[in-house]
């Protein structure tokens, strides 16, 4: 029956597939939101955990200097530790620059100003009969050991005397940071403290369509996801299935994570705070039992850093943190996704050009689906040859559509052709599109990668458009009409391919495939430039193919 389907609807279902893969790629490879309750109500007390008001927002140089700090220093972080509370508000990556500009500020992941964005370990305890005094999110720590936290020298800090907490910062050459206490129990009781981390951000909005953006978190063989979206909600949020499992948890974006790994947690949750207007990430640690003059040590370990997948494997098999490469967003297809991403990132290392490196790989992609192009088009050539046989048949009958089909049908199983078997390649095609899609748009080296000439970001659209003569016109193009001089070459090289490839018989095809290059161009106006010149490289290497296919097919129609 599908082989005796009309070239309209055939063309339908290829132009239906195009919009499958361009407007339906975004919901199909983000990963589904387990169903799990709401968490409205926790068991542990709610505490301030701001230097300032949550309603005052000051300028990053103002906040840092409220409180002493403790500077950190590494080839990758630069910051500081507030002594107030110990926390970790001041992180910035030192290798990411904000902007293109070779003057911009380094990125900020963690911040005590207006963005209202850190991280901290604290205590909860308790005996049978009263409280036990913990530090609270102000309390003042003492610098009792080292001078500036760099992966050479830890740091040491100290608070308390009847329970004591000794609390040693190292960091390595990249962006972990492992967090120790020693606590000791001279209160005169046995006591009950319970470990908790958390980061805190402030509520905002979702800056990538194409990744997830929100709470994550990995714990029991599960990866848990909530979108900025959701946490936005009044109320909102989600308790993680810790099952005393080790994992890790924080918030993550296109192309940055902070997050604690944790062992053996009692209670994971990610929700929104009303109160002060934030989202947190929180994980409680299992109960410790100390007894009247005796110590425990407990580890927390801290990343807060650039998604880079060779850093994140790097940490899962060192510190043996599950599935920790999964922060980074490789959608359903994570089996060809992150090999893709790896191979580009090989070629990138050989050639050192990342424009080149997508050239390369774009190669290679055709390489490997060259036997499925060449069938594709090869029936498309039969099915050329076959039109004035299917023109003779549709004069013929005509005013007997149900004949027609018959006809139809005998005619391409006796010349062993089918109107769709030109399409089927592209259910093939599809996933690695799906993929390069991916690679593309999660890749932390195609941020800020520079093209050349008017493209200084592989990672952002074309920034140039039609609509003001390229900048020549002072004119502030809406974004929809954002169009490129990218975005027209590559639509030119679909309008080339389409004249070398055999034409459809029907206007309404015609008139179809006159369209898809226009509405192709307007897509892809807002893609990456990265992904852009693929799909232009793409269309060429398949105009070449297109050249010798029908070159060849001629020399043999003249042979026979």
Same mark, same amino acid.
């Given at each position: 029956?599908?082989?005796?389907?009309?070239?309209?609807?055939?063309?339908?279902?290829?132009?239906?597939?195009?919009?499958?893969?361009?407007?339906?790629?975004?919901?199909?490879?983000?990963?589904?939101?387990?169903?799990?309750?709401?968490?409205?109500?926790?068991?542990?007390?709610?505490?301030?955990?701001?230097?300032?008001?949550?309603?005052?927002?000051?300028?990053?140089d103002e906040a840092l200097k409220l409180a002493p700090r403790v500077r950190i220093k590494s080839d990758s972080v630069v910051g500081s530790i507030?002594?107030?509370?110990?926390?970790?508000?001041?992180?910035?990556?030192?290798?990411?620059?904000?902007?293109?500009?070779?003057?911009?500020?380094?990125?900020?992941?963690l911040s005590p100003s207006g963005e209202r964005c850190y991280a901290e370990v604290s205590w909860i305890g308790h005996t049978d009969k009263q409280n036990v005094e913990v530090p609270s999110s102000d309390a003042i720590w003492t610098l009792v050991d080292g001078e500036e936290l760099d992966p050479e020298h830890p740091v040491i800090l100290e608070w308390g005397d009847?329970?004591?907490?000794?609390?040693?910062?190292?960091?390595?050459?990249?962006?972990?940071?492992?967090?120790?206490?020693?606590?000791?129990?001279?209160?005169?009781?046995?006591i009950k403290i319970a470990p908790q981390s958390e980061v805190i951000q402030k509520v905002g909005s979702t800056t990538?369509?194409?990744?997830?953006?929100?709470?994550?978190?990995?714990?029991?063989?599960?990866?848990?996801?909530?979108?900025?979206?959701?946490?936005?909600?009044?109320?909102?949020?989600?308790?993680?299935?810790?099952?005393?499992?080790?994992?890790?948890?924080?918030?993550?974006?296109?192309?940055?994570?902070?997050?604690?790994?944790?062992?053996?947690?009692?209670?994971?949750?990610?929700?929104?705070?009303?109160?002060?207007?934030?989202?947190?990430?929180?994980?409680?640690?299992?109960?410790q039992s100390i007894k009247d003059g005796t110590s425990i040590e407990f580890t927390t370990q801290f990343f807060a850093g650039a998604k880079s997948l060779r850093v994140l494997d790097h940490y899962r098999k060192t510190y043996h943190i599950k599935k920790f490469d999964?922060?980074?967003?490789?959608?359903?297809?994570?089996? !060809?996704?992150? @090999?893709? /991403?790896?191979? &580009?990132?090989?070629?990138? =290392?050989?050639?050192?050009?990342?424009?080149? *490196?997508? +050239?390369?790989?774009?190669?290679?992609?055709?390489?490997?689906?060259?036997?499925?192009?060449?069938?594709?088009?090869?029936?498309?050539?039969?099915?050329?040859?076959?039109?004035?046989?299917?023109?003779?048949?549709?004069?013929?009958y005509n005013d007997d559509k149900v004949r027609l089909q018959q006809e139809l049908l005998?005619?391409?199983?006796?010349?062993?052709?089918?109107?769709?078997?030109?399409?089927?390649?592209?259910? !093939?095609?599809? @996933?690695? /599109?799906?993929? &390069?899609?991916?690679?593309? =748009?999660?890749?932390?080296?195609?941020?800020? *990668?520079? +093209?050349?000439?008017?493209?200084?970001?592989?990672?952002a659209p074309d920034p140039t458009s039609l609509f003001n003569l390229f900048g020549l016109i002072p004119w502030s193009v809406p974004s929809f009409l954002q169009i490129g001089v990218l975005p027209l070459l590559m639509c030119g090289t679909m309008i080339l391919q389409q004249k070398l490839s055999p034409q459809p018989s029907e206007p309404a095809q015609t008139k179809m495939m006159y369209i898809m290059p226009i509405l192709f161009l307007f897509m892809f106006s807002s893609f990456p430039a990265g992904l852009v010149l693929y799909w232009m490289i793409s269309n060429v290497l398949s105009i070449c193919q297109q050249v010798y296919i029908n070159n060849k097919w001629d020399n043999r129609s003249r042979a026979e």
């Open positions: 029956m599908c082989e005796g389907m009309s070239e309209t609807r055939s063309a339908l279902l290829a132009f239906g597939l195009c919009f499958a893969i361009l407007y339906g790629f975004n919901y199909l490879s983000s990963p589904s939101q387990s169903v799990n309750p709401l968490v409205r109500e926790l068991s542990e007390p709610e505490k301030p955990v701001f230097l300032d008001s949550p309603q005052v927002e000051m300028p990053r507030c002594l107030n509370g110990a926390k970790l508000d001041d992180w910035s990556l030192a290798k990411y620059k904000k902007t293109t500009a070779s003057n911009s500020d380094p990125v900020d992941l009847r329970l004591k907490i000794r609390r040693t910062f190292s960091i390595d050459k990249d962006y972990m940071l492992t967090i120790t206490d020693h606590v000791t129990n001279n209160t005169g009781a046995d990538s369509s194409s990744v997830h953006e929100g709470g994550i978190g990995y714990f029991d063989n599960v990866l848990e996801e909530i979108s900025i979206s959701k946490l936005n909600k009044s109320g909102s949020g989600k308790r993680l299935d810790a099952s005393g499992s080790d994992g890790w948890c924080g918030f993550t974006n296109k192309y940055w994570l902070t997050a604690f790994i944790i062992k053996h947690p009692s209670q994971v949750s990610i929700f929104r705070d009303d109160m002060y207007g934030v989202q947190r990430c929180r994980l409680m640690g299992p109960l999964l922060a980074v967003d490789f959608g359903w297809l994570y089996f !060809i996704t992150k @090999p893709l /991403f790896y191979l &580009l990132q090989i070629i990138h =290392s050989f050639v050192g050009n990342l424009a080149l *490196a997508i +050239l390369i790989l774009t190669i290679l992609s055709k390489v490997v689906l060259f036997p499925t192009s060449m069938a594709s088009q090869r029936s498309m050539m039969k099915m050329r040859d076959l039109q004035p046989k299917v023109t003779a048949l549709k004069k013929r005998l005619l391409y199983r006796r010349e062993k052709v089918s109107p769709i078997s030109g399409f089927l390649p592209l259910l !093939i095609q599809m @996933p690695i /599109f799906f993929c &390069l899609y991916k690679v593309f =748009s999660i890749n932390i080296e195609m941020r800020h *990668a520079p +093209l050349g000439l008017w493209i200084s970001d592989l990672s």
